[in-house]
C-alpha cells in the first residue's frame, strides 16, 4: 500500500456523455509521497486544476484509480484540504469564525475551539485581527486566514489551485516563504498548482510538467537544493531554462490546437 | 465633490469628534438633496398654478392641500373601520392612524411573504421532487398580476386586513421564490466546494453557508418590491378593505376631492420613502455583508 497521494491511469473527461466531451486529463499517473512537496506546472486549461478537483473529492475520474494512503477517494474529506486562487472566505463570518468553520462543523467544546483558532491565527502571524471581517483585509492576509482554515482541519494533503497568483510579487514572495515553514513544521504533502515558473523553483521538491490538454505529464525535474533557494543562482537558472523551454513547447502546441477551432 | 474635501481634511486633535462631526455633516448634505429633490417638484407645480397653467379645482398646489388640514383629516378614521362619514376623524392622530393601518398591512404581508418565500425557494433546491412539482407552477403564477388575485382575496378573507394582507404577499411572494432561487444558483462555487471539504453536510451547506449567502441579495429585492406591496396595498384597500390610505384616496376621487386626493398622496409617498429608509438601515446593520449579485452601498 501506498502511502500518500496515488493516482494511475486517471482519466477525466468532461460532459462525457454530452454532445461535445472535453477530455480535462488522459492516464496519467502520479505519486505524492507523505511531506512531499510536488507543485503542477502546466499552459492553462491543462487539466491540472480539474486533477486537484479529483484529488480533493470534489469530482470523479471518468477511469482510472486515485487513493489516499490506500483508500479510494470517493468524496472531499477535511484531511485533504483545498485552498482556491481567492480565498473564498464567508464575507459573513468574522476572521475568527472563518478560521473556526471547519471546526465547529465537526463540532466539540467551544472553549477548546477557540483556543484552537487563537492558536492557528497566531501561527500564520495574524494574531490580532480575529474580529475583523473579510473585507477588511488586504490579498495577502486574506489567503493567510484561508491556509489557517485549511490548517484547523489537520490537514495530511493541501491542494492549492495557484493560491498566490493574484497577489503583488512582494507578498508572494512572502506567502511562499510562509507556506514553506507551514508544510515543513505540519509534515503534510503539499501538491500545487501554478503557471509561475519562479513559483514552482521556490517551493517544489518536484515540478511535474504538464503537456496541453488533454493533460499527461511531460516531465518530472527533482530539485534537492536547500530552501530558501536563491533563484539566480546559476544551477537555479539552467532549472528555469529547463521548464521554460518544455512550456514553450506545449503553449505552442495549445496554440496550434486553439486556431484549428 | 464634499466627501473628497471631508475625508481628505486632517483630524483634529479628537480624531472620534472630527468623524463623527463628518458624518454628521454627510448626513445634512444627504437630507439637503432631498429637499432640494422635493423642492424642485413643488416649485414647479406652484408656477403652474401661479401662472394659471393648471386648473386649481383639478391640480391644486401644494400650498393649498396642506393648508387647509383639519378640513382634509375629517376624511380620516383611525380605528380602521370603514370610513367615508366625517363624525369619527377630525385630528392628526385619526391620520396617523389611517397611515398606520396601511403600514401595518403592507408590514405583515412583506415580512409573510419574505419569510414563506424564502422556506420555499430553498425548499425548491434542497428538494429535488418538491422542486420539480412546485416550481413550473410558481412560474407560471408569478406573472399574474395582484390585482387579478383581489376577487380571491374576497372570496377567502371576506373585507378588513387579511384580504389586503393577503395580497401584498401575492405581490412578493412569487418574485421572492423567484428571486431567490437565482440567488442560491449565484453562491459563488467555492463557498460550497469548500463546505464540502471541510466536511459539512447537505444540511448545513444550507444553513451556514447558503442561507447566508443570499440574505443580502434577497433583501434588496425585498426593497425593490416594496413599492409594488404599496401600491397593492392601496388598490385592496380601495376595494376590498373600506379603511386604510387607499380607502380614503377612493373616498375622495368619488367625491371629486383633489385637495384630499394630493394630501393623500404625499402621506403615501411619504410613508413609502420612510419605509424604504429602514429597509436600508436593516440591509446595512443586520446583513453588512454583500452577496455576489448585489452592488454595494444604497
Known amino acids: 500500500m501506498a502511502l500518500g497521494l496515488s493516482i494511475t491511469n486517471l482519466t477525466k473527461v468532461w460532459n462525457a456523455d454530452g454532445p461535445a466531451p472535453v477530455p480535462a486529463v488522459n492516464s496519467l499517473s502520479l505519486n505524492v509521497a507523505r511531506g512531499e512537496f510536488v507543485v503542477l506546472l502546466g499552459p492553462s486549461g491543462c487539466g491540472k486544476s480539474s486533477l486537484l478537483y479529483i484529488a480533493a473529492g470534489l469530482e470523479q475520474a471518468t477511469s482510472g484509480t486515485i487513493t489516499f494512503d490506500g483508500l479510494a477517494i470517493t468524496e472531499p474529506a477535511p484531511e485533504r484540504s483545498l485552498i482556491f486562487q481567492e480565498a473564498a472566505l464567508f464575507p459573513w463570518l468574522s476572521v475568527r469564525d472563518n478560521v473556526g468553520f471547519g471546526l465547529s462543523i465537526r463540532g466539540g467544546q467551544p472553549q477548546e475551539r477557540a483556543e484552537r483558532v487563537d492558536a492557528l491565527m497566531k501561527r500564520v502571524g495574524l494574531g490580532g485581527i480575529g474580529d475583523r471581517r473579510p473585507e477588511q483585509l488586504s490579498g495577502g492576509m486574506r489567503q493567510r486566514v484561508a491556509l489557517a482554515r485549511a490548517l484547523a482541519m489537520n490537514p495530511e494533503l493541501l491542494l492549492m489551485d495557484e493560491p498566490f497568483a493574484a497577489l503583488d510579487i512582494q507578498t508572494r514572495a512572502r506567502m511562499q516563504e510562509h507556506l514553506l515553514e507551514i508544510w515543513k513544521s505540519s509534515g503534510a504533502s503539499v501538491m500545487l498548482v501554478t503557471h509561475s515558473i519562479d513559483e514552482a523553483l521556490a517551493l517544489a521538491d518536484r515540478i511535474v510538467v ?14 534537492d537544493a536547500p530552501r530558501p533557494r536563491d533563484l539566480r543562482s546559476p544551477e537555479m537558472i539552467e532549472l528555469g531554462r529547463e521548464c521554460e523551454a518544455l512550456l514553450a513547447e506545449e503553449v505552442t502546441k495549445a496554440f496550434a490546437e486553439q486556431e484549428l477551432l | 465633490m464634499t466627501d473628497m474635501i471631508l475625508s481628505s481634511a486632517p483630524a483634529g486633535p479628537n480624531p472620534r469628534l472630527h468623524a463623527a462631526l463628518a458624518k454628521a455633516r454627510r448626513r445634512i448634505v444627504a437630507t439637503a438633496w432631498v429637499l432640494a429633490s422635493l423642492s424642485l417638484f413643488v416649485g414647479i407645480w406652484e408656477l403652474a398654478w401661479w401662472q394659471k397653467w393648471a386648473n386649481p379645482l383639478l391640480l391644486p398646489p401644494p400650498h393649498i392641500f396642506l393648508t387647509n388640514l383639519p378640513d382634509q383629516f375629517r376624511f380620516f378614521d383611525p380605528t380602521g373601520a370603514r370610513a367615508g362619514a366625517l363624525n369619527a376623524g377630525g385630528s392628526i392622530w385619526s391620520v396617523l392612524g389611517v397611515i398606520g393601518w396601511s403600514s401595518l398591512r403592507v408590514f405583515v404581508g412583506l415580512v409573510l411573504g419574505f419569510a414563506i418565500s424564502l422556506v420555499v425557494g430553498l425548499a425548491i433546491r434542497y428538494f429535488e421532487i418538491f422542486g420539480k412539482l412546485v416550481l413550473p407552477l410558481v412560474t407560471m403564477l408569478a406573472p399574474i398580476s395582484p390585482v387579478a388575485w383581489l376577487p380571491v382575496a374576497v372570496f377567502f378573507f371576506g373585507i378588513g386586513n387579511p384580504p389586503a394582507i393577503f395580497l401584498v404577499f401575492i405581490a412578493v411572494f412569487f418574485i421572492m421564490v423567484l428571486a431567490t432561487l437565482a440567488q442560491v444558483d449565484a453562491v459563488p462555487k467555492h463557498y460550497i ?106
Open chain 2, 193 to 298: 466546494q469548500l463546505a464540502r471539504v471541510m466536511g459539512a453536510s447537505k444540511r448545513q451547506i444550507y444553513l451556514r453557508v447558503i442561507l447566508p449567502a443570499i440574505l443580502p441579495g434577497l433583501f434588496v429585492t425585498l426593497r425593490m418590491n416594496l413599492f409594488a406591496a404599496w401600491m397593492v396595498v392601496l388598490i385592496a384597500e380601495a376595494v376590498g378593505v373600506g379603511s386604510g390610505l387607499g380607502q380614503v384616496t377612493m373616498m375622495a376621487r368619488n367625491t371629486f376631492n383633489a385637495s384630499l386626493v394630493f394630501f393623500t398622496m404625499t402621506l403615501i409617498g411619504l410613508t413609502g420613502f420612510a419605509f424604504d429608509q429602514t429597509l436600508g438601515l436593516i440591509q446595512r446593520k443586520v446583513l453588512w455583508w454583500v452577496g455576489p449579485s448585489t452592488v454595494k452601498g444604497a
Open chain 1, 210 to 223: 504538464f503537456t496541453a490538454r488533454p493533460g499527461q505529464i511531460k516531465a518530472e525535474l527533482h530539485i
